[in-house]
């Protein structure tokens, strides 16, 4: 098992988690992005970054992605590409994606787009909470755990 992260816009503080949980199960956490990080130094956490474009680093994590990876990711259609290739998938807020799941999720983000499309103002996601963040950490130890 790997853990492949969508970087671009992942909060320091669920980067902070991840490295954490990564170093103390040893397990790799590969960071994709069109721009570099700071991480801990540790043989278990590693930066990849891909050339600036749209999609450039969804693309790099479908690809690398193996079944029973783990790919942590907001982007819902990246989610369910990596669903269809056998990876476990979970948001930075700790909710996990699932083939049961995935079909629903994508028809509210196209309902979404096709609503700013057409003028619609709305508002974008809450801030992280501490309740997210601890959703995250405990989705995150669940999955790591069951590997």
Known sequence: MQIYIDADA???VIKE???RAAIRTQVNAIFIANRATQLPSSPFLSYRVVRDGFDVADKAIVQACEPKDLVITSDIPLAAEAIEKGAEVVSP???????????ARLNMRDFY?????SGIQSRGPAP?????KQAFANALDRLLAKR
């Open 113 to 117: 787009d096709t609503m700013r499309a």
């Open 10 to 12: 992942i909060p320091n």
């Open 128 to 132: 992280l909470s501490s309740q997210d």
């Open 17 to 19: 988690i991840i490295c």
């Open 93 to 103: 807020r700790g909710e996990r994606f699932t083939k049961a799941n995935i079909g």
